[in-house]
């Protein structure tokens, strides 16, 4: 298998048996592709990039913007309501459940903080709240409904609003 194909298909074992997550994060990694290509090639790749914001976010409803770092081996469960700030970044072997915010705050002089940092092996539960210029540390898992303003040590369990350690893993 050549790397483009291996790229492509880089989080397809995460979800098997989740047609719509391998459906999306295969767009999505394509529509990554096409903005990283030479600058002839990602004028000839617009198309798809509109394509591509219409499917993912209009009719399926995640906003997941082609130019976030995201590390290979991403799981999404339950894709719907997912917002996900292209500043953020989120490491290898991730998951990312129904209607989770990922994202910067805006500060009280009008300008906006920096966005999380998401480490690897990161579970995130459906209905989080991560804003902020945090830093979420490997091997955590985020309970359901839990709201994240301050960063995460790792290898442990958080949940809560704000977010409180639950115990060490």
Not at 73 to 83: A, D, I, R, T, W
Not at 106 to 126: K, M, Q, R, W, Y
Not at 146 to 153: C, I, P, R
Request: glycine share 10%; hydrophobic share 45%; net charge positive.
């Amino acid at each position: 298998m050549n790397s483009a194909s291996t790229s492509l298909l880089q989080d397809w074992s995460a979800n098997p048996h989740n047609i719509k997550g391998r459906l999306i994060l295969f767009l999505f990694r394509l529509a990554q592709m096409c903005r990283k290509a030479p600058k002839p090639i990602l004028i000839l790749s617009i198309p798809y990039l509109i394509f591509y914001r219409i499917v993912v976010e209009w009719i399926l409803g995640i906003e997941l913007p082609w130019n976030t770092s995201i590390g290979s081996g991403l799981k999404l469960y339950h894709g719907q309501g997912l917002v996900v700030n292209d500043h953020s970044i989120i490491g290898s072997n991730c998951t990312l459940r129904h209607n989770t915010t990922i994202g910067h705050k805006e500060l009280s002089d009008g300008t906006f903080s920096a966005s999380p940092i998401i480490g690897d092996n990161v579970d995130i539960g459906s209905n989080v709240v991560i804003v902020g210029p945090v830093t979420i540390g490997d091997n955590v898992i985020i309970g359901a409904g839990s709201v994240v303003v301050k960063s995460l040590e790792s290898n442990a369990v958080y949940a809560g609003n704000p977010a409180k350690l639950i115990r060490p893993i």
